[in-house]
């Protein structure tokens, strides 16, 4: 399933979190939860990465907060 969110990246759990802005994710199944790993393009890159945090307020985009499992990639 794909769906869009408001995503923010760190490449390691040292490093902030980066805003993206509404990107679209690729996930297995139909709900984003924490642990989850999805796929994303950021700069024109695919990326791996697992949601660390997930915060829903009513009709917003999900803001996702995720960990790169490919952190090399975000350079």
Do not use: K
């Not at 700069?43 to 997930?54: F, K, N, P, Q």
Request: net charge negative.
């Amino acid at each position: 399933m794909i769906v869009n969110v408001d995503l923010h990246l760190r490449a390691s759990p040292s490093d902030d979190h980066r805003p993206f802005g509404m990107a679209e994710v690729e996930l297995v199944g139909s709900q984003l939860a924490p642990h989850q790993e999805i796929a994303c393009w950021v700069d024109g890159r695919r990326l791996r990465a697992e949601i660390t945090s997930l915060h829903q307020r009513g009709a917003h985009l999900p803001r996702v907060y995720a960990d790169a499992i490919d952190a090399h990639e975000m350079a």
